[in-house]
């Protein structure tokens, strides 16, 4: 029989249907006096019962309106808010095309009296020469070349000076094998250089493709500015027209000695430059020096040219 207290367990509330199960660290009690209460119905925020009465969408997100994104435009306050910056009116052709920048004019023609000064003078030289092109003009046109400078090498102008002059007049490849079988120190620099330099010039001038591009021209047999002679069979191979050494900074190095002394060296750094061209270029260096050779008068100890201001009589 029951108490007179006592309620059935059909008829108690159970705990877990009248408010959620909370973990235990989120229960206020004695060992966790700072965790939060028990919040009933009551106690709930009314604004998000009418947010959830407004939008069913909170409660299930599936059927929860597409963002769709819009353009804006700028602040009247705005830095970039320029007459050019909403949408450019179609330009028909023949017009003349609007200034990208307010001051571009100042920045591509900042000296405009010099500019015309310049344009006067081309126009009067052009004028003069009947507008033929000069020599060196023709030459920059006809003919290709390339000038490669090095990096700074680790060795004096004493040591590069004899492996330039080896290398200067013969052929990239010719000076590449001679490289590559130097005892020289500096040798297998000057080795990575000229496969750079040849590169360079094959890529950016076109130089040495007569054989791709079926230009290599009738073989021809020239003299040389030294009196030999070679046989050259393709006008587009390249060949090294000069070598020259360029003396760099110096560096420190420490060297240590006896007795907590340590000396500061200077080693040197030498750079070296290569003017690569054509084998078209020494054909006609060597036509013109054998057409100059020809039109040289043949010289004569006594030329013969009437006697003049002779007397039948003497002077004294």
């Known amino acids: ?17 009248s408010m959620p199960v909370l973990p235990l660290t989120s229960i206020r ?36 309106p597409k963002f769709v994104l819009q353009r ?22 023949g017009t003349a095309l609007p200034s990208l920048l307010p001051h571009a004019d ?54 590069l000076g004899p492996l330039a002059r080896q290398i200067s007049g013969k052929t990239v490849d010719d000076a590449i094998v001679q490289m590559r079988f ?10 990575e250089h000229l496969k750079y330099a040849r590169d360079q010039a094959i890529v ?12 290599k021209g009738e073989p021809v047999q020239i003299r040389l500015k030294d009196g030999k002679k ?12 000069q070598a020259w050494v360029g003396r760099g900074p110096y560096g420190k190095e420490p060297e240590c000695r006896a007795r907590g002394v340590v000396n500061m060296l200077r080693p040197p750094k030498t750079s070296l430059s290569l003017l690569l061209k054509e084998e078209k270029t020494r054909i006609r ?22 006697i003049t201001a002779q007397r039948q009589y003497y002077s004294w």
């Not at 919040?39 to 599936?62: G, I």
């Not at 700028?74 to 052709?93: H, K, M, N, R, Y």
């Not at 003009?137 to 700074?152: C, W």
């Open 29 to 64: 009690t004695i060992f966790n006096p700072f965790a939060r209460k028990r919040s009933s119905e009551a106690e709930q925020n009314p604004l998000y019962n009418d947010l959830l009465k407004q939008s069913p969408s909170v409660n299930n997100p599936t059927h929860a």
């Open 285 to 306: 260096q060597a036509a013109e020096r054998e057409e100059k050779r020809r039109r040289k008068p043949v010289w004569v100890p006594l030329p013969n040219r009437p």
């Open 182 to 191: 130097s005892k020289k120190k500096a040798a297998k620099e000057v080795l």
């Open 72 to 93: 804006g435009g700028l602040a009247g306050s705005s830095i970039f808010d320029t007459p050019d910056a909403g949408p450019q009116p179609e330009i028909s052709v």
């Open 106 to 159: 100042a920045v591509l023609d900042p000296q405009p009296s010099q500019r015309r000064r310049w344009q006067r003078k081309m126009v009067i030289r052009s004028i003069r020469s009947r507008w033929r092109l000069r020599k060196t003009a023709v030459l920059k046109r006809t003919e290709r070349q390339i000038l490669a400078k090095s990096h700074f090498f680790k060795t004096s102008v004493k040591k």
């Open 204 to 215: 950016k001038r076109g130089m040495g493709l007569g054989s791709v591009n079926d230009t």
């Open 230 to 241: 070679k046989k050259i069979t393709d006008s587009t191979q390249i060949y090294i027209d």
């Open 1 to 17: 029989m029951a108490s007179p207290g006592h309620i059935p367990s059909q008829t108690r509330p159970s705990r877990s249907t």
